[in-house]
Structure formats: structure tokens, C-alpha cells
């Protein structure tokens, strides 16, 4: 009997959130004996990364497109993408014996549906956040009406989706993010050694695409508002602009501008993505989440509060769900550089409570999220539907 397929889709090609789930349920498929595939946008560190691990990275034609709003252009362009993507993935399907589509983000799921549906394969789609309000979420869940299973991030993602289409509910699963590969290390011993040196400034870090929806310059602007009050405090942009993405280049741009005409460059600093996070955790104190709106489940949390790191986020979607204020750390109205600002003179004017945080985060989200779980409900997942696609029997989880 020959092993059961799995053809994963993907829209990019660099490293993210979404990516590092995805490397995390390619590698329990292929220990659970399932062959794996992966049609991905573009290049990129992620992609070649797939290469070294042996998985066949094929190219799907989707394209690229600004973040945040989309110009008429851009919709015909990813319409006319879309259609071309199906007919690869049809052939695809064809050539790899595929039993299943597992689509691993939003500009996935078109193409992903299509060709399931033109090959009688079921299609999972993994969502990863929640949806904003308008025609890309009511255009979602009209799609996801023909998709077998939704994989959600967290309960709000779930809720977004599912508000226009109530239905949907008994098809869709909240899966929450595993904790990483370093989850059984202690927190790093320099992590609040004031005691010992109390000149050593506090470092915020915020870690992720540059990208106005993540608010590094609410970040940065908070960073200015706090060194107006002290100079014991410095701080790190982790992250790159999108491949190819001009917008977010300009972004970029724009905020280091700022930094360097106010003469903050020494207690500012800009870092490219960094392949080893961990070293990027180990020069971050207090780790802030400045999205500006809501979020399925930030990664870039969990890795910090697993690390016993003090964290700061808007009290909205996914970050509501895992921060409990001033208990697993400090939850803002909304992702203001004000608001930020006093969170961040708050935790550095008092290092007990930046301690107690830190500590009562690294706890809960080792009560709460386990690889074991992770890879158990998922395996579960993909192995019914595929011994249903085997035997003949399409079914719909509940």
C-alpha cells in the first residue's frame, strides 16, 4: 500500500509565524508516515529551508501583493494568479498522487479549493488570523463553505470567521500554536541580572514583518516617548519589509528616518530576521506586541513568555487569549505609542513586578500549549480525513 500524500500550499516563501507552525506539521506528517509536498510562492529562507529538509518545494504562481489594502489592480492580478495556480496544482495532484490539500494561508485557499474540487481531493485550510471586517472575510467564508476542515489559530480567529457563516462552526477546530523546539529550556540566566549590574539598560524588543499592521512605529514612537524620560532604556526592531514589497520597504524607511533625525540611533537599533531567534530573545528584556488590530495567536508571544520575558499587547483578538493582565503581563486598550509608553515606564520603573511577570508567563504557557497536543490533534486531523480519502468515504470532521 502506498504511503498517503499531502500537498501543503503556501504563499510565501520567508519565514513567519504561519511558517514555523508549518515546518512544525510537515515534520509530525512525515513522522507519522505521510508523504509530504509543498507548493510555495516565491523564494526565500523558508523555501530553502524546505530544500535542506528534503521536502519537494514546487513554485505556485500566486504573486505578491502589498499588505493592507489591496487597489483594483491588485485584486484582477491575484483573480487572474488564482486561476493559473489551480491548474498547477491540478497537475500537481496528478503527478504527486496527492490525497490531500492542506492550504496553509488566505491566498491559498482559491486555488487550493478549485483544484480540490476539480480533483475530488479534500482540502484543509489552516488559518492563522483573524480576519479583518470587510469583503476579504465575507469572501472567505462564502470559500469556506468547500473547504472539508478549518484549522483555527485561536478562538477569536474561529469567531471572525464564522460570525457571517454560523454553519461553519462544526467543520472548524481551534488548534493552538505548539511551543517551540526549546520549550524545556530554563529561562536564560542574563535575563534580569539588574541586581548584579543596575546600570545595564532595559531592552523593549518587538520581533516580526515590518509592516504597518504590525505598528513598529507606534513601537518606535513609544521607544522616543520613553527615552524623553530616561536614558536607562534601549530597544530593538527585529525584522524585514516583505520580499518584493515596496510599501513596506518605505516603512521602513520612514520610521528609521525618524530615529536617525531625532539622534536615537544608539538606543534604537534595527536588526534584519534572524534565523536563531533565541539569540535575538536573549538581548530582549520586555518583548511587545504593537499590532494594530487584532491578532490570531502571536508566536513571537509565546517564544517570550516560554523564555520567561515580561510581555506587552493590545487587549484584542489572540493576545487577549493569551495574556492575563498584570498576571502573564500587561494588556493596553490598543497599541498606541501612549499607551505603550507608560507599559513600558511602567515595567521599568518596577522590576519586581517585570520579574513576577516573566515567571508567571513562563508557567501558564507551559500549562497550556504542548508539542505532544499540537501534533496529536493534528495528526488526527490528517489522518481522517486521509483514511476517509482512502477508503472511499469523504467525510466532514465535526
Not at 486561476?83 to 490539500?101: E, F, G, K, P
Not at 516603512?251 to 540611533?265: N, P, Q
Not at 494588556?331 to 516573566?358: D, K
Request: aromatic fraction near 6%.
Amino acid at each position: 500500500m502506498r504511503p498517503r500524500t499531502v500537498l501543503f500550499l503556501e504563499q510565501q516563501g520567508e519565514w513567519g509565524g504561519a511558517q514555523r507552525i508549518l515546518a512544525d506539521v510537515l515534520a509530525l506528517s512525515r513522522e507519522a508516515g505521510f508523504r509530504c509536498a509543498v507548493a510555495v510562492q516565491g523564494s526565500g529562507p523558508f523555501r530553502e529551508a524546505l530544500r535542506r529538509a528534503g521536502y519537494p518545494a514546487i513554485d505556485l504562481p500566486l504573486g505578491t501583493y502589498p499588505g493592507g489594502h489591496k487597489s483594483l489592480r491588485d485584486e484582477l492580478r491575484f483573480l487572474l494568479r488564482s486561476a493559473w495556480s489551480t491548474l498547477v496544482l491540478v497537475l500537481l495532484i496528478v503527478r504527486h498522487r496527492a490525497d490531500l490539500l492542506y492550504a496553509n494561508g488566505p491566498r491559498t485557499l482559491p486555488c487550493g479549493i478549485a483544484a480540490g474540487r476539480l480533483t475530488g481531493r479534500p482540502v484543509i485550510w489552516h488559518l492563522h488570523n483573524v480576519l479583518p471586517d470587510g469583503k476579504e472575510r465575507r469572501l472567505a467564508a462564502m470559500l469556506t463553505r468547500w473547504v472539508d476542515h478549518v484549522i483555527a489559530c485561536s478562538r477569536s480567529a474561529a469567531a471572525r470567521l464564522v460570525v457571517d457563516r454560523p454553519a461553519l462552526q462544526a467543520k472548524c477546530s481551534v488548534i493552538y500554536a505548539p511551543l517551540p523546539k526549546w520549550e524545556s529550556s530554563e529561562p536564560p540566566a542574563a535575563a534580569d541580572d539588574r541586581n548584579l549590574v543596575p546600570q545595564r539598560p532595559l531592552t523593549f524588543g518587538i520581533l516580526g514583518r515590518v509592516t504597518p499592521f504590525k505598528g513598529q512605529e507606534e513601537f518606535v514612537e513609544a521607544a522616543i516617548g520613553v527615552l524623553q524620560q530616561t536614558d536607562q532604556a534601549r530597544f530593538l526592531v527585529v525584522g524585514n519589509p516583505a520580499h518584493g514589497d515596496r510599501s513596506d520597504r518605505d516603512y521602513l524607511c520612514r520610521i528609521a528616518k525618524r530615529v536617525r533625525d531625532l539622534g536615537f540611533t544608539e538606543q534604537i537599533t534595527f536588526l534584519e530576521f534572524q534565523p536563531d531567534v533565541e539569540t535575538c530573545y536573549s538581548l530582549i528584556d520586555v518583548v511587545v506586541c504593537a499590532s494594530q488590530g487584532s491578532e490570531g495567536l502571536p508566536c513571537v508571544l509565546i517564544e517570550a513568555m516560554v523564555l520567561g520575558k515580561a510581555v506587552i499587547g493590545p487587549a484584542l483578538g489572540g493576545v487577549a487569549e493569551l495574556v492575563d493582565h498584570l498576571r502573564t503581563g500587561i494588556l493596553v486598550e490598543r497599541a498606541s505609542p501612549r499607551n505603550l509608553c507608560e507599559a513600558m515606564m511602567a515595567l521599568r520603573r518596577n522590576p519586581e513586578l517585570r520579574r513576577s511577570l516573566g515567571r508567571s508567563a513562563r508557567l501558564e504557557v507551559l500549562s497550556r500549549f504542548s508539542r505532544t497536543r499540537f501534533q496529536q490533534e493534528i495528526a488526527g486531523i490528517l489522518g481522517s480525513f486521509l483514511a476517509a480519502e482512502q477508503s472511499g468515504s469523504r467525510r466532514q470532521l465535526a
